[in-house]
């Protein structure tokens, strides 16, 4: 049983919109979320996290949204650019221990 | 610094070949190091992390096996390869609030 989902593999925004990519999570016990960001052949970098005592975090271009009652994390991206182009990972941190479990991976594809 | 050194970049191997990829960090010492596996059009799996030498915990049982001979020395590694082990090979090393920093990847594919 996944205990991270983002249930869009893929996601197709024009330049200039917001994009939002969205990330559901079962555990509870998740206390620190973060997103990643992936090019081919590249390894994942750190992008945004925020913690559980928050509900909202923003770093430039993009904001993160945690809603702990319905266990949801969304990224927003605006205005969104074509170097945004990208597979992006959610991954959450449970309190009882350093490991993080990641979600599938949402690819956006910003058009020009 | 926080640079991981990941080699190589790209493998094509048979099925039944051995398999070693090496992984080493700079920075400070005894840092966390995890061994990930992206299949393809899969998320980011966690095969094995490290807490320090010799001290490895696997996350799923497999055909793959991690060892730490030093501190900043990673080895993923396989006595016989099997077409289900093809991916993007991913090493990474824990940093201050719980991120994770990654190396560039090792595309591994198995024929």
């Known amino acids: 049983d996944q205990q991270v989902k983002q249930n869009s593999p893929s996601l197709s925004v024009q330049e200039g919109r917001i994009s939002i990519l969205n990330c559901d999570y079962t555990?509870?016990?998740?206390?620190?979320f973060l997103w990643y960001k992936k090019y081919p052949a590249e390894g994942p970098t750190f992008l945004i996290s925020?913690?559980?005592?928050?509900d909202k975090n923003e770093d430039g271009r993009f904001t993160v949204f945690l809603n702990k009652s319905a266990k949801h994390l969304s990224l927003h991206i605006v205005p969104s650019q074509p170097g945004d182009s990208a597979v992006y990972f959610c991954?959450?941190?449970?309190?009882?221990?350093?490991?993080?479990?990641f979600g599938g991976g949402t690819r956006l594809m910003v058009k020009p | 610094s926080q640079t991981i050194h990941q080699w190589p970049a790209t493998l094509v191997q048979p099925v039944g070949s051995p398999l070693s990829l090496e992984c080493t960090v700079e920075g400070t010492s005894n840092p966390n190091l995890y061994w990930y596996r992206q299949a393809a059009g899969r998320g980011l799996q966690l095969l094995f992390y490290s807490v320090g030498i010799g001290q490895i915990s696997s996350e799923v049982p497999q055909n793959l096996s991690a060892s730490r001979p030093q501190d900043r020395q990673f080895i993923l590694s396989s006595k016989k390869l099997l077409l289900s082990d093809s991916g993007f090979y991913l090493c990474a090393r824990g940093g201050l609030n719980e991120k994770l920093f990654f190396g560039s990847g090792t595309q591994l594919s198995v024929l």
């Open positions: 925020i913690s559980s005592i928050k």
């Open positions: 555990n509870s016990m998740f206390d620190y």
């Open positions: 991954a959450e941190k449970n309190n009882a221990g350093n490991m993080l479990t």
